[in-house]
């Protein structure tokens, strides 16, 4: 179920220091590592060698060496030092992969190389415009599909009955919200309004709303793993709707699942507050509520997956608010049929 050639998240760009980082991506097993000069690169994490992990060794001047016998290795996977030997065999070298660090991420191209065109990379801007939007970020290990958590974000019809505590609010008012969706070049993008409603406990903790207001969801999923999120609430009968959306409570979230294996991928998240922008402690107390609901989200995704490990998924049902997945479902489906046809020609 992967789509190979696709900019894929690898890491946050501060999770590459003076150490090499193991992940596994698309189940294969790849090493990223900063050279001496900074940049940042990607290799398969294996030793031409023995066979060694690479992610064992450590960062020297001219790359990355071997933790078993000291050979050395560039960005570019090949080896360019042997201890103890000056000539260096055509066979010694490693897998590399296009990597692209850009908006606070390093991106890797797992397909073909000739393929990995930068332009395709998903653009979040504000992940730099700290005086507009306040950020923070973080990355979740789970033990389930990556186009499941996909799933997850494109109805949110869920958030009524997992994020009770947090983000969610009265189930009816989810399930009879207002809802617009329209194909994009690169994917599917909603609109949900959600008008005169309760505003959830997440909400009213941030910005002390008092009384009903009227709440947005925008959704952007950019295939095949990228969601963009601007959501926001003003006090009922501000103008929200018509779209004076200033003044009120407001923040996108940028959803990014890179796949580990069949069974599990890596949730790259992260928040920018634009309604304390300046304010540390309440970018930091936001953030942390995102969290306990990007746990609810883990929770339930992880239960799923070992169901469906064991029945698989034809048995299950559609229902009304399925309709935006679908769609999702549908390009990607035709994203793995258009590679698996390339492939065997």
């Not at 940049?39 to 994490?45: E, G, N, P, T, V």
């Not at 992940?127 to 109805?155: Q, T």
Request: aromatic letters at 10%; hydrophobic letters at 40%.
């Amino acid at each position: 179920m992967f789509v190979r050639n696709a900019w894929y998240i690898a890491a946050w760009s501060d999770e590459l220091g003076d150490k090499p980082l193991a992940r596994r991506i698309l189940n294969e097993p790849v090493v990223l590592f900063r050279d001496k000069a900074g940049k940042a690169a990607a290799l398969s994490d294996r030793c031409c060698h023995r066979g060694t992990p690479l992610s064992l060794g450590e960062v020297v001047e001219t790359g990355l060496q071997c933790g078993y016998h000291g050979m050395v290795f560039d960005g570019a996977g090949k080896c360019v030092h042997i201890p103890g030997q000056d000539k260096i065999p055509d066979k010694a070298f490693v897998p590399a992969y296009p990597v692209i660090e850009r908006d606070r991420f390093v991106w890797i191209w797992m397909g073909e190389a000739v393929k990995a065109d930068p332009a395709r990379i998903v653009d979040v801007p504000w992940h730099n415009d700290s005086e507009h939007w306040g950020h923070r970020h973080a990355v979740i290990p789970i033990k389930g599909n990556y186009i499941l958590m996909v799933d997850n974000l494109m109805d949110l019809t869920h958030l009524g009955y997992v994020h009770k505590r947090t983000v969610g609010g009265n189930p009816a008012t989810h399930v009879e919200a207002k809802m617009e969706t329209a194909r994009t070049q690169s994917g599917v993008r909603f609109t949900r309004w959600m008008l005169n409603s309760v505003p959830p406990p997440t909400y009213v903790a941030a910005w002390r709303f008092k009384g009903t207001v009227d709440r947005w969801q925008e959704f952007e999923w950019v295939a095949p793993s990228s969601v963009l999120q601007w959501t926001g609430a003003k006090d009922a009968g501000q103008g929200a709707p018509e779209g004076d959306r200033e003044g009120g409570f407001q923040f996108k979230i940028f959803h990014g699942l890179t796949p580990e294996t069949e069974t599990s991928c890596l949730y790259f998240w992260a928040s920018a507050n634009g309604f304390k922008v300046r304010d540390a402690k309440a970018a930091d107390e936001f953030a942390a509520a995102l969290a306990l609901t990007f746990d609810e989200d883990k929770a339930i995704v992880e239960e799923q997956q070992r169901r469906l490990g064991e029945f698989g998924e034809d048995w299950l049902t559609n229902i009304v608010s399925d309709g935006t997945r679908v769609q999702m479902r549908r390009i990607f489906d035709g994203l793995l049929t258009d590679e698996r046809k390339l492939a065997a020609e």
